[in-house]
Protein backbone atom coordinates (compact mmCIF):
# COMPACT_ATOMS: atom_id res chain seq x y z
CA UNK A 1 0.00 0.00 0.00
CA UNK A 2 1.61 3.76 -0.95
CA UNK A 3 1.55 5.94 1.73
CA UNK A 4 0.14 9.02 0.39
CA UNK A 5 2.08 11.96 2.70
CA UNK A 6 2.28 15.84 3.43
CA UNK A 7 4.83 18.24 4.64
CA UNK A 8 4.77 20.65 7.43
CA UNK A 9 7.71 22.53 6.78
CA UNK A 10 9.98 22.14 3.61
CA UNK A 11 13.14 23.29 4.99
CA UNK A 12 16.31 21.88 4.43
CA UNK A 13 16.10 18.63 7.22
CA UNK A 14 12.59 17.84 5.34
CA UNK A 15 14.05 18.16 1.52
CA UNK A 16 17.10 16.06 2.52
CA UNK A 17 14.86 13.47 3.36
CA UNK A 18 12.84 13.55 0.36
CA UNK A 19 15.81 12.86 -1.74
CA UNK A 20 15.13 9.29 -0.05
CA UNK A 21 11.12 9.33 0.43
CA UNK A 22 10.30 10.50 -2.70
CA UNK A 23 12.13 7.55 -4.61
CA UNK A 24 10.47 4.68 -2.54
CA UNK A 25 7.72 2.96 -4.36
CA UNK A 26 5.84 2.63 -1.28
CA UNK A 27 5.71 6.75 -0.06
CA UNK A 28 3.99 9.28 -2.50
CA UNK A 29 4.51 13.28 -1.84
CA UNK A 30 1.44 14.30 -2.40
CA UNK A 31 1.82 18.26 -1.07
CA UNK A 32 3.50 20.12 1.33
CA UNK A 33 2.91 23.26 3.51
CA UNK A 34 5.62 26.42 4.26
CA UNK A 35 5.80 29.64 4.25
CA UNK A 36 8.89 30.09 2.22
CA UNK A 37 8.49 30.12 -1.60
CA UNK A 38 12.04 29.31 -1.62
CA UNK A 39 11.97 26.00 0.61
CA UNK A 40 8.74 25.10 -0.86
CA UNK A 41 10.26 25.12 -4.81
CA UNK A 42 13.92 23.59 -3.27
CA UNK A 43 11.37 21.23 -1.79
CA UNK A 44 9.54 20.49 -4.80
CA UNK A 45 12.67 20.22 -7.39
CA UNK A 46 14.32 17.19 -4.59
CA UNK A 47 10.98 15.09 -5.83
CA UNK A 48 11.27 15.77 -9.16
CA UNK A 49 14.91 15.29 -9.18
CA UNK A 50 14.23 11.61 -7.47
CA UNK A 51 11.68 11.02 -10.61
CA UNK A 52 8.54 11.40 -8.48
CA UNK A 53 6.19 14.37 -9.36
CA UNK A 54 5.96 17.36 -7.40
CA UNK A 55 3.88 17.88 -4.91
CA UNK A 56 1.00 20.17 -4.24
CA UNK A 57 1.94 23.63 -2.40
CA UNK A 58 0.25 25.42 0.07
CA UNK A 59 1.54 28.26 1.99
CA UNK A 60 0.60 27.13 5.48
CA UNK A 61 -0.46 24.02 7.62
CA UNK A 62 -4.34 24.77 8.23
CA UNK A 63 -5.13 25.07 4.17
CA UNK A 64 -3.19 21.89 3.39
CA UNK A 65 -4.99 19.74 6.07
CA UNK A 66 -8.16 21.14 4.49
CA UNK A 67 -7.63 20.98 1.20
CA UNK A 68 -6.53 17.37 1.33
CA UNK A 69 -8.63 15.66 3.08
CA UNK A 70 -9.25 12.15 1.47
CA UNK A 71 -6.43 12.76 -0.26
CA UNK A 72 -3.67 12.14 2.07
CA UNK A 73 -2.92 9.42 4.85
CA UNK A 74 -0.21 11.58 7.25
CA UNK A 75 2.15 13.98 7.78
CA UNK A 76 5.94 14.43 8.78
CA UNK A 77 6.39 17.83 10.22
CA UNK A 78 9.28 19.62 10.75
CA UNK A 79 8.80 23.13 11.41
CA UNK A 80 11.35 25.19 13.88
CA UNK A 81 10.35 23.34 17.27
CA UNK A 82 8.44 26.43 18.97
CA UNK A 83 5.95 25.19 16.28
CA UNK A 84 5.92 21.50 16.64
CA UNK A 85 2.65 21.48 19.56
CA UNK A 86 0.39 23.29 17.23
CA UNK A 87 1.90 21.50 14.14
CA UNK A 88 1.22 18.47 15.61
CA UNK A 89 -2.12 18.75 17.67
CA UNK A 90 -3.25 20.24 13.96
CA UNK A 91 -2.61 17.10 12.40
CA UNK A 92 -3.89 14.42 14.73
CA UNK A 93 -7.15 16.58 15.11
CA UNK A 94 -7.51 16.80 11.19
CA UNK A 95 -7.85 12.80 11.27
CA UNK A 96 -3.91 12.25 9.81
CA UNK A 97 -1.52 9.76 11.72
CA UNK A 98 1.99 11.81 12.34
CA UNK A 99 5.60 11.72 11.69
CA UNK A 100 7.05 14.37 14.09
CA UNK A 101 10.33 15.69 14.06
CA UNK A 102 12.48 15.99 16.92
CA UNK A 103 12.13 17.69 19.71
CA UNK A 104 8.35 16.34 20.10
CA UNK A 105 7.33 19.92 21.75
CA UNK A 106 8.79 22.62 24.21
CA UNK A 107 7.22 21.90 27.26
CA UNK A 108 5.26 19.46 29.62
CA UNK A 109 2.29 21.23 28.65
CA UNK A 110 2.56 20.83 24.98
CA UNK A 111 3.29 17.27 25.72
CA UNK A 112 0.46 16.72 27.83
CA UNK A 113 -1.80 18.12 25.25
CA UNK A 114 -0.49 15.88 22.80
CA UNK A 115 -1.27 12.48 24.75
CA UNK A 116 -4.87 13.60 24.90
CA UNK A 117 -4.83 13.86 21.85
CA UNK A 118 -3.15 10.58 20.55
CA UNK A 119 -5.51 9.00 23.16
CA UNK A 120 -8.50 10.76 21.94
CA UNK A 121 -8.11 10.09 18.41
CA UNK A 122 -6.78 7.01 18.02
CA UNK A 123 -4.03 8.41 15.17
CA UNK A 124 -0.51 7.15 14.73
CA UNK A 125 2.00 9.65 15.91
CA UNK A 126 6.19 8.75 15.86
CA UNK A 127 8.58 11.18 16.82
CA UNK A 128 11.18 10.95 14.24
CA UNK A 129 13.93 10.85 16.71
CA UNK A 130 16.77 8.12 15.01
CA UNK A 131 17.76 7.13 17.97
CA UNK A 132 14.68 6.19 19.04
CA UNK A 133 13.70 4.58 15.66
CA UNK A 134 17.38 2.71 15.40
CA UNK A 135 17.22 -1.13 15.70
CA UNK A 136 20.27 -1.23 17.84
CA UNK A 137 18.12 0.70 20.53
CA UNK A 138 15.59 -1.16 20.23
CA UNK A 139 17.44 -4.17 20.88
CA UNK A 140 19.12 -2.36 24.02
CA UNK A 141 15.98 -1.67 25.69
CA UNK A 142 14.47 -5.43 25.38
CA UNK A 143 17.85 -6.94 26.80
CA UNK A 144 17.39 -4.90 29.62
CA UNK A 145 14.16 -5.91 30.32
CA UNK A 146 14.79 -9.35 30.03
CA UNK A 147 17.59 -8.81 32.68
CA UNK A 148 20.78 -9.76 30.35
CA UNK A 149 22.59 -6.49 31.89
CA UNK A 150 21.62 -6.74 35.90
CA UNK A 151 20.67 -3.58 37.28
CA UNK A 152 21.18 0.05 36.14
CA UNK A 153 23.82 1.82 38.82
CA UNK A 154 24.48 4.67 36.13
CA UNK A 155 24.44 6.42 33.01
CA UNK A 156 27.38 8.68 31.21
CA UNK A 157 25.92 10.94 28.49
CA UNK A 158 28.18 13.14 25.86
CA UNK A 159 27.67 15.24 22.92
CA UNK A 160 29.54 17.83 21.01
CA UNK A 161 29.32 19.72 18.10
CA UNK A 162 30.79 22.80 16.33
CA UNK A 163 27.27 23.65 16.08
CA UNK A 164 27.72 27.33 17.05
CA UNK A 165 29.40 27.86 13.89
CA UNK A 166 26.97 25.60 11.83
CA UNK A 167 24.18 27.51 12.60
CA UNK A 168 25.39 30.88 13.13
CA UNK A 169 22.67 33.01 12.08
CA UNK A 170 19.92 30.68 11.79
CA UNK A 171 16.92 29.95 13.37
CA UNK A 172 18.33 27.45 15.72
CA UNK A 173 20.22 30.02 17.55
CA UNK A 174 17.19 32.03 18.00
CA UNK A 175 15.40 31.20 21.56
CA UNK A 176 11.69 32.82 20.24
CA UNK A 177 11.69 30.08 17.83
CA UNK A 178 14.39 26.95 18.90
CA UNK A 179 12.98 26.53 22.71
CA UNK A 180 16.95 26.44 23.72
CA UNK A 181 19.86 26.15 22.13
CA UNK A 182 22.63 23.30 21.14
CA UNK A 183 21.12 21.25 24.72
CA UNK A 184 17.46 21.22 22.95
CA UNK A 185 18.98 20.87 19.39
CA UNK A 186 21.52 18.38 18.67
CA UNK A 187 21.45 17.43 23.08
CA UNK A 188 18.05 16.10 22.34
CA UNK A 189 19.05 13.28 20.39
CA UNK A 190 21.29 12.09 23.72
CA UNK A 191 18.60 13.23 26.18
CA UNK A 192 15.96 11.03 24.03
CA UNK A 193 18.23 8.18 23.78
CA UNK A 194 18.69 8.19 27.83
CA UNK A 195 15.22 8.47 28.28
CA UNK A 196 14.37 5.65 25.92
CA UNK A 197 17.13 3.11 27.80
CA UNK A 198 16.70 4.39 30.96
CA UNK A 199 13.07 2.97 30.89
CA UNK A 200 12.41 5.23 34.12
CA UNK A 201 11.24 8.55 35.07
CA UNK A 202 13.72 11.09 35.93
CA UNK A 203 13.31 12.12 39.76
CA UNK A 204 15.62 15.21 40.74
CA UNK A 205 17.96 16.91 39.24
CA UNK A 206 20.74 19.82 38.97
CA UNK A 207 22.00 22.06 35.75
CA UNK A 208 24.13 24.26 34.67
CA UNK A 209 24.25 26.30 31.09
CA UNK A 210 27.12 28.50 29.75
CA UNK A 211 25.53 30.73 26.13
CA UNK A 212 29.14 31.66 25.39
CA UNK A 213 28.07 35.01 24.33
CA UNK A 214 25.28 33.60 22.05
CA UNK A 215 21.50 33.85 23.42
CA UNK A 216 20.79 30.27 23.62
CA UNK A 217 22.82 27.49 25.13
CA UNK A 218 26.08 26.20 24.17
CA UNK A 219 27.56 23.75 26.79
CA UNK A 220 25.38 22.43 29.66
CA UNK A 221 26.22 19.92 32.30
CA UNK A 222 23.42 17.70 34.25
CA UNK A 223 23.33 15.55 37.35
CA UNK A 224 20.23 13.72 37.67
CA UNK A 225 19.02 10.33 39.52
CA UNK A 226 16.23 8.33 38.34
CA UNK A 227 13.12 6.82 40.11
CA UNK A 228 15.28 3.53 40.01
CA UNK A 229 17.89 4.67 41.67
CA UNK A 230 20.47 4.97 38.95
CA UNK A 231 22.67 8.30 38.65
CA UNK A 232 22.83 9.91 35.33
CA UNK A 233 24.96 12.61 33.93
CA UNK A 234 24.70 14.37 30.59
CA UNK A 235 27.07 16.77 28.61
CA UNK A 236 26.57 18.64 25.73
CA UNK A 237 29.57 21.02 24.22
CA UNK A 238 28.26 22.69 21.42
CA UNK A 239 31.37 25.00 20.73
CA UNK A 240 34.41 23.20 19.28
CA UNK A 241 36.46 22.22 15.80
CA UNK A 242 34.15 20.73 12.69
CA UNK A 243 32.08 17.57 13.24
CA UNK A 244 29.87 16.02 15.65
CA UNK A 245 29.74 12.93 17.86
CA UNK A 246 28.21 11.51 21.14
CA UNK A 247 29.04 8.30 22.91
CA UNK A 248 26.57 7.25 26.04
CA UNK A 249 28.02 4.48 28.61
CA UNK A 250 25.33 2.67 30.62
CA UNK A 251 27.00 0.91 33.70
CA UNK A 252 25.06 -2.38 35.04
CA UNK A 253 25.35 -4.62 37.27
CA UNK A 254 26.39 -7.22 34.93
CA UNK A 255 27.24 -5.20 31.95
CA UNK A 256 28.83 -2.19 30.20
CA UNK A 257 27.03 -0.75 27.08
CA UNK A 258 28.31 2.07 25.15
CA UNK A 259 25.95 3.73 22.36
CA UNK A 260 25.86 6.75 20.15
CA UNK A 261 23.04 9.44 20.46
CA UNK A 262 21.59 8.06 17.17
CA UNK A 263 21.48 4.26 17.76
CA UNK A 264 24.50 4.09 15.21
CA UNK A 265 26.85 1.89 17.05
CA UNK A 266 26.76 -0.61 19.98
CA UNK A 267 29.39 -1.90 21.75
CA UNK A 268 28.66 -4.66 24.89
CA UNK A 269 30.46 -5.96 27.20
CA UNK A 270 28.72 -8.82 29.81
CA UNK A 271 30.75 -10.19 32.76
CA UNK A 272 33.86 -9.07 30.88
CA UNK A 273 33.50 -10.30 27.78
CA UNK A 274 33.26 -8.04 24.67
CA UNK A 275 30.65 -8.90 21.61
CA UNK A 276 31.45 -7.12 18.68
CA UNK A 277 31.06 -3.93 17.50
CA UNK A 278 27.78 -3.27 15.35
CA UNK A 279 26.73 -0.58 13.30
CA UNK A 280 23.11 0.30 11.61
CA UNK A 281 22.29 2.36 8.73
CA UNK A 282 20.21 5.78 10.40
CA UNK A 283 19.16 7.68 7.24
CA UNK A 284 16.05 5.80 6.19
CA UNK A 285 14.88 4.53 9.53
CA UNK A 286 12.62 7.12 10.33
CA UNK A 287 9.91 6.45 7.61
CA UNK A 288 10.58 2.77 7.56
CA UNK A 289 9.65 2.67 10.68
CA UNK A 290 6.96 4.47 10.66
CA UNK A 291 5.69 2.73 7.95
CA UNK A 292 5.90 -0.59 10.06
CA UNK A 293 4.28 1.11 12.87
CA UNK A 294 1.38 2.06 10.80
CA UNK A 295 0.85 -1.39 9.41
CA UNK A 296 0.95 -3.05 12.72
CA UNK A 297 4.24 -4.45 12.02
CA UNK A 298 5.81 -2.87 14.75
CA UNK A 299 5.73 -2.02 17.99
CA UNK A 300 5.51 2.09 18.19
CA UNK A 301 9.37 2.79 19.36
CA UNK A 302 9.27 6.07 19.60
CA UNK A 303 6.34 7.26 21.44
CA UNK A 304 4.78 10.12 22.53
CA UNK A 305 4.72 8.93 26.11
CA UNK A 306 8.64 8.99 25.85
CA UNK A 307 8.38 12.22 24.49
CA UNK A 308 6.45 13.17 27.64
CA UNK A 309 9.26 11.73 29.79
CA UNK A 310 11.83 13.80 27.78
CA UNK A 311 9.55 17.08 28.18
CA UNK A 312 9.96 16.51 31.95
CA UNK A 313 13.65 16.68 31.68
CA UNK A 314 13.95 19.32 29.78
CA UNK A 315 11.78 21.49 31.60
CA UNK A 316 13.64 20.49 35.01
CA UNK A 317 16.78 21.37 33.19
CA UNK A 318 15.80 24.88 32.20
CA UNK A 319 14.38 25.43 35.44
CA UNK A 320 17.72 24.30 37.24
CA UNK A 321 19.38 26.42 34.79
CA UNK A 322 17.35 29.44 35.56
CA UNK A 323 18.28 29.10 39.31
CA UNK A 324 22.23 28.67 38.43
CA UNK A 325 22.18 25.01 39.61
CA UNK A 326 18.84 25.09 41.88
CA UNK A 327 18.19 21.26 42.56
CA UNK A 328 14.80 20.10 40.90
CA UNK A 329 12.10 17.71 42.07
CA UNK A 330 10.19 16.65 39.13
CA UNK A 331 7.06 15.81 38.84
CA UNK A 332 5.45 12.72 36.89
CA UNK A 333 1.57 12.31 38.45
CA UNK A 334 -0.06 14.01 35.44
CA UNK A 335 -0.19 11.69 32.49
Not at 120 to 148: C, E, M, Y
Not at 276 to 281: A, D, H, K, L, Q
Not at 321 to 331: C, F, H, L, N, Y
Amino acid sequence: MVLRLGVIGAGLKAADYAKGWAAMADVKIVATAEVSEVSRKRFADTCEAAGAPRPAEYGNAEEMLAAMQGQMDAVYVSTPHVFHGANALAVVEAGFDLLLEKPMVTTVEEALALVEAEKRTGRTVVIAFQGGLSPLVHDTKNRARRGDFGDLVSVNASIWEGWAKNYAGQWKQNPAISGGGFMFDTGAHMMNTVCVLADAEFERLSAYANNRGLAVDLATAVAARLSNGALVTFNAAGEGPPGCASAITFFYTKAIVRIDAWGGWREVTIEGVAEPREENEIRDTPMQTFQAVRDGRLENPSTVANGLRFARLWDAIKASVAGDGTPIAIEVSQT
